[in-house]
């Protein structure tokens, strides 16, 4: 039902996280796979329409089932095929993966870096800056 999906609110939290990341400093992506059986009423236009009613600061919405086509200092997905390949990509051009997988029941078997809400995540990142700040130059 296009109604319930656009009317859906996020998660707790997840507004209040995207807001502090973008004080920080940082440019926040949406990378995400949609199924287009329908362009007309198709997930992809739905997810634009629920994206600009929540009025984020986001610097770029990318639908593409390659996730890491988009690159990152940081990527979080619930999918495990989707953090091995952003794993993958992450460690062939850094040396350091940039995979965080949010936790949900379908992923336990993920073995790398894992939150469970994404407030979280503000926490990994302002403490990640702390460090490299006490770093002398």
């Given at each position: 039902?296009?109604?319930?999906?656009?009317?859906q609110?996020?998660?707790?939290?997840?507004?209040?996280?995207?807001?502090?990341?973008?004080?920080?400093?940082?440019?926040?992506?949406?990378?995400?796979?949609?199924?287009?059986?329908?362009?007309?009423?198709?997930?992809?236009?739905?997810?634009?329409?629920?994206?600009?009613?929540?009025?984020w600061p986001?610097?770029?919405?990318?639908?593409?089932?390659?996730?890491?086509?988009?690159?990152?200092?940081?990527?979080?997905?619930?999918?495990?095929?989707?953090?091995?390949?952003?794993?993958?990509?992450?460690?062939?051009?850094?040396?350091?993966?940039?995979?965080?997988?949010?936790?949900?029941?379908?992923?336990?078997?993920?073995?790398?870096?894992?939150?469970?809400?994404?407030?979280?995540?503000?926490?990994?990142?302002?403490?990640?800056?702390?460090?490299?700040?006490?770093?002398?130059?």
């Open positions: 039902n296009e109604e319930m999906f656009i009317t609110d996020p998660y707790p939290g997840v507004s209040d996280a995207i807001w502090r990341l973008h004080k920080m400093g940082h440019k926040l992506h949406i990378v995400t796979h949609r199924e287009t059986p329908n362009a007309e009423t198709s997930s992809i236009l739905l997810t634009h329409a629920w994206l600009a009613k929540q009025r986001l610097k770029s919405i990318t639908i593409s089932e390659d996730k890491a086509i988009i690159q990152t200092d940081i990527f979080v997905d619930d999918a495990v095929h989707n953090l091995e390949r952003l794993n993958s990509v992450s460690i062939a051009m850094t040396g350091v993966s940039n995979a965080v997988c949010m936790n949900r029941l379908w992923n336990s078997d993920w073995k790398g870096l894992r939150i469970d809400r994404l407030s979280k995540l503000v926490d990994l990142v302002d403490n990640l800056e702390k460090k490299i700040n006490e770093v002398p130059k």
